[in-house]
C-alpha cells in the first residue's frame, strides 16, 4: 500500500492534497520521496521565507534545542524577551503576547479588542480570511467555512472590502474593532486601496474602536516591506502575525499598543506552548536572517520581477512583493500541470493562482518557473 492510500485511512480527511510526498527541501527547491526536485513558489503557504533548510536558522535552533525546549510561561526566559523587543522595533508596536498559529493570534486580538473597549461588536470584510477556530472564523467571511459551525461569535457585521461608504453604515459607539487584511490573501491577492484605509483611519478618530490589521500572511517582508502596514499611512491598534514569522516553526504573536495593552491583565489570555524558547529563537532568527541577506530589498524587487514577467502572458497579475496573484481559466488543472513539471504553484479558487515563493528567490529560478507556465498554459 502506498503513502496515499495509508493516509486515507487513518488521517481525518479535512484536506484535499495534490498527489505527492514531499521528503527534503534546500532553499527554493523540495524533494519528494522518489528524489524528485520541485522548484516551490507556495513555501507552505507563505511560511518558508528564507528557502527550505536554512542553514542559519538550524544552527540557531539546534544550539536552543540542546539547551531548553519548554518551560512554560510561569516563568521568563530570555528568547521571548529577546524576540519582543526585535519585533518592537520591526512592527513599531508596544506589547507582544505569543501563541502558536495566524488563528490562535486573531483569538487573542477578538479578546484584547472587546477587553480594551468593552464593546462586543465587530467589523471584517468581504472574502476576508482570519483563520478556523471558533473566533477567527465568525470575523473570516466564505459561507462554506462559516455555516456547518454556527452559532458563532456575535454580532459581527461584513462591510464590502475597499467600499468606504458601506463601512461609514456599518460602523458606529458599539463597535469593538475592525479587523482586515491589508492584502487578502485567501482570497486570492487583492490589496487594499489607500483611500478606503484613509477612510478606515478617519472613521476610527470619529466612533474610537480599534483596527485589528492581520498581518498573518503579509509579514516579515512578504510584500516587499516588513509589513504591509508599512505601505499605507495606517497606525493598527492591533497587529497579528505567524506564517512566516519562524520559518516553519510554529509560533504566532498578537501585538498591541500600550494604550491597549494598558487596559490588559494578567489572566486575561494565556498560552501553555506560546512563546516557548525554541520557536522564539527560530524566529529571531529567521528576522536576523531577513536583515542580513535584505530579502526585503529582494521580496520587493523579484516581486516587481516576477509580476512584470507573468503579465508577458496572464490576465489580472497583481500583489505587492512576492505575494502576487493572477487568472487562469482553469486554476485546479494549471497546478497539476505545473505540478507534473516540477514547479509547485497554489490556486485559492477556480480561476485564480496565488505565488508566494521564499523570499530568498532568485531571477534565474523566476525565469525557470515562467517558462514552465507559460509552455504549459
Ligand atoms: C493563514 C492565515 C490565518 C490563519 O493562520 P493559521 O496559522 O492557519 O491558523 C489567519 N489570517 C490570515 C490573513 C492568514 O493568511
Not at 17 to 46: H, M, Q, S, T
Not at 84 to 112: H, P
Not at 273 to 291: D, H, K, M, Q, R
Request: glycine share 8%; net charge negative.
Amino acid at each position: 500500500m502506498d503513502w496515499m492510500e495509508r493516509e486515507k485511512r487513518c488521517i481525518l480527511q479535512t484536506y484535499t492534497r495534490l498527489p505527492v510526498v514531499f521528503e527534503r527541501g534546500d532553499g527554493c527547491y523540495v524533494y519528494d520521496v522518489n528524489g524528485r526536485k520541485y522548484l516551490d513558489l507556495v513555501a507552505g503557504i507563505a511560511v518558508v521565507a528564507l528557502g527550505h533548510s536554512n542553514k542559519h536558522l538550524t544552527d540557531r535552533v539546534k544550539e536552543q534545542l540542546e539547551k531548553l525546549v519548554h518551560i512554560s510561561n510561569l516563568y521568563y526566559t530570555v528568547p521571548q524577551i529577546e524576540l519582543a523587543e526585535k519585533l518592537k522595533e520591526i512592527t513599531g508596536m508596544d506589547r507582544f503576547f505569543f501563541c502558536n498559529s495566524g488563528t490562535e493570534a486573531v483569538e487573542a486580538a477578538l479578546k484584547f479588542a472587546r477587553k480594551a473597549t468593552g464593546r462586543k461588536k465587530f467589523i471584517s470584510f468581504t472574502n476576508d480570511f482570519h483563520g478556523r477556530t471558533m473566533g477567527a472564523l465568525s470575523v473570516t467571511y466564505k459561507e462554506r467555512f462559516r455555516k456547518p459551525f454556527m452559532p458563532l461569535v456575535e454580532p459581527v457585521e461584513f462591510v464590502e472590502f475597499n467600499n468606504a461608504d458601506d463601512l461609514e453604515k456599518k460602523v458606529d459607539e458599539n463597535t469593538a474593532a475592525v479587523v482586515l487584511e491589508l492584502v487578502q490573501g485567501e482570497a486570492g491577492v487583492h490589496p487594499a486601496d489607500r483611500e478606503f484605509i484613509k477612510a478606515l483611519s478617519e472613521l476610527r478618530e470619529e466612533y474610537g474602536f480599534l483596527i485589528v490589521v492581520d498581518e498573518v500572511q503579509t509579514g516579515f517582508g512578504r510584500t516587499g516591506r516588513w509589513f504591509a502596514r508599512d505601505h499605507y499611512a495606517l497606525s493598527p491598534d492591533i497587529m497579528t502575525m505567524a506564517k512566516a514569522m519562524g520559518n516553519g516553526f510554529p509560533i504566532g504573536c498578537c501585538a498591541v499598543t500600550d494604550e491597549v495593552a494598558s487596559k490588559i491583565e494578567a489572566g486575561d489570555h494565556g498560552s501553555t506552548f506560546g512563546g516557548n524558547p525554541l520557536s522564539c529563537v527560530a524566529a529571531l532568527a529567521t528576522i536576523e536572517y531577513i536583515e542580513m541577506e535584505r530579502l526585503i530589498e529582494n521580496s520587493d524587487k523579484m516581486g516587481r520581477y516576477f509580476a512584470d514577467r507573468l503579465a508577458e502572458s496572464f490576465e489580472n497579475v497583481r500583489g505587492l512583493g512576492l505575494m502576487i496573484g493572477f487568472d487562469v481559466d482553469d486554476a485546479p488543472s494549471f497546478v497539476k500541470n505545473c505540478l507534473e513539471n516540477g514547479v509547485i504553484v497554489n490556486n485559492t479558487s477556480e480561476k485564480t493562482i496565488r505565488l508566494v515563493p521564499p523570499l530568498i528567490i532568485s531571477k534565474e529560478d523566476i525565469d525557470a518557473a515562467v517558462e514552465v507556465m507559460q509552455r504549459i498554459s
